[in-house]
């Protein structure tokens, strides 16, 4: 088969739970469930550190959060690696282009892509536009709010609808004489949840199911500010803000739905059917479960994303398949360089996922770490190790720990840590959790036992050398 098209679909702040084929009670994603009849989704996918910047170090360099540098969020650090999907891409002869977020720096760092187009380039043109009053946030709703409200701006004039424009345009006028890599990259559903009005009226009046909370989670309402910050991180809001924070939400992931139907539209109107794409997203979002809001968590709405692949027909593979095998998103880049037919460097720590789509047997992992440095509070952080069925959480800075049984508790209301029945299970993961972690600059591990400590969001691959700032 010759080289394909490849496109990744990036969204911010999409729940893995949140796909109408998974069985979501209200989320409508006609679109996404069409491209997995072409290809497949699966069913435990996660990030390595749930927010946007360090997922996307993992993602452009297939290296996991603590090889990478980055192990929570911090900006203006710069992105200073020498191999990177879009180089190594460009490398083996593919066109290669960015449209939308890239939270790279310095900001409008290509990282190996030829053609960079960003959401500063969209603020621009909608300035230009004469019935436009005021800019993107104009709706007056903070970018980390709970807030929500439809959105002011008409569907055709908002980001993503921009974004997709770029990509037709791409299409139109790309080399055809070479396959092409297109990152097509959307800022939402990341807050603010401001969809269009005609999405928006599609879920406010619905029936809506309530946030999931769990026996060990009252504490973040009872702690929680008073009055709530319109960005508070957790805490509880009345019924009616409520409706309308989950109303707008299940509303933006419609309007996405639709926008990935209508680029995938494209692709078939101008005959791209050697076309391989994913459709995935950084981290997921809390939505009030368990008293939480935004990201940074181990837990599933959180952790867990969406990871939908539509291969090309050459490929000869059984399609709409679920996938149960723990994939993430380090796991991409050699992905891609494996069908590129490109060599798949050593350094990389993810695995091309190739084999599980062939059914081939693999020893494929047993199980999937991710972790995140204190983020909105000082002992807000994680490690955690999942297969799927089970998940264990430790605390670096308390050495708290907590045990699901995602099996029976996907929504993880029960920890089942220092329930004697679970003593076995618990120390279990415990132990993987010790050997995770062995060897590391924090001290968190002397292979033997875990050792709460402090944890940096970032520090320089390989030196040890640790960033405070």
């Known amino acids: 088969m010759t080289q394909p098209n490849i496109v990744l679909i990036i969204t911010d702040h999409f729940r893995g739970d949140c796909l109408s084929r998974l069985g979501h009670p209200v989320v409508e994603t006609p679109h996404l469930d069409s491209l997995s009849r072409s290809g497949a989704v699966f069913t435990h996918a996660y990030t390595p550190c749930p927010s946007c910047t360090p997922a996307r170090r993992s993602l452009m360099t297939g290296l996991t959060p603590a090889s990478q540098g980055m192990v929570g969020y911090q900006d203006f650090v710069p992105w200073d690696y020498n191999i990177t999907m879009a180089g190594e891409l460009t490398r083996a002869g593919y066109q290669t282009i960015n449209i939308g977020k890239t939270h790279f720096y310095p900001r409008r760092l290509h ?26 946030f104009a709706h007056g709703v903070d970018a980390n709010s709970w807030m929500a409200r439809p959105n002011h701006l ?95 939400y299940y509303a933006y992931l419609a309007y996405l739905d639709a926008q990935v139907g209508y680029f995938n539209r494209l692709l078939n109107e101008r005959g791209l059917n050697n076309t391989f794409l994913l459709f995935t997203s950084d ?8 008293n939480l809001w935004r990201k940074t968590y181990a837990y599933e709405a959180s952790a867990r994303i969406p990871f939908i692949m539509k291969w090309p027909q050459q490929m000869n593979l059984d399609t709409n398949r679920e996938i149960e095998a723990v994939v993430g998103w380090e796991d991409i880049m050699p992905t891609f360089l494996d069908l590129a037919g490109a060599n798949i460097p050593d350094t990389l720590e993810g695995r091309s996922i190739l084999p599980l789509l062939k059914q081939e047997s693999t020893d ?29 959480i430790w605390n670096p800075i308390t050495g708290d720990e907590q045990l699901f ?45 875990l050792i709460p400590g402090p944890v940096a969001a970032w520090r320089e691959g390989g030196t040890g050398k640790v960033h405070m700032g």
Not at 155 to 168: G, I, K, P, Y
Not at 207 to 215: A, I
Not at 283 to 290: A, I, K, N, R, V
């Open 283 to 290: 981290h997921g979002e809390m939505l009030g479960d368990h």
């Open 154 to 248: 008409p569907e055709s004039q908002m980001e993503e609808a921009w974004f997709v424009d770029q990509a037709r345009s791409f299409l139109d006028k790309r080399d055809p004489t070479r396959p092409f890599f297109l990152s097509l990259s959307f800022n939402g559903p990341h807050p603010p949840w401001c969809p269009p009005q005609v999405y928006y009226d599609q879920f406010i009046n619905r029936d809506l199911p309530g946030p999931v909370v769990g026996d060990w989670a009252k504490h973040h309402a009872d702690e929680a500010d008073d009055p709530l910050d319109v960005n508070a991180w957790r805490g509880t809001i009345p019924p009616h803000q409520m409706q309308r924070a989950r109303a707008a």
């Open 111 to 136: 990282l190996g892509f030829e053609q960079l187009i960003t959401p500063e380039d969209y603020a621009a043109w909608l300035e230009q536009k004469p019935d436009v009053t005021g800019n993107r």
């Open 405 to 449: 049984h995602l099996t029976e508790d996907p929504q993880e209301c029960r920890n089942l840590a220092g329930q004697s029945e679970y003593d076995k299970t618990q120390a279990l993961w415990r132990g993987r959790m010790v050997k995770e972690l062995d060897g590391r600059p924090e001290g968190l591990s002397d292979g033997k036992q």
């Open 364 to 392: 494929w992992r047993s199980y999937y770490h991710g972790e995140h440095s204190p983020c909105y509070h000082p002992e807000n952080a994680n490690q955690f190790l999942t297969d799927g069925a089970w998940k264990y």
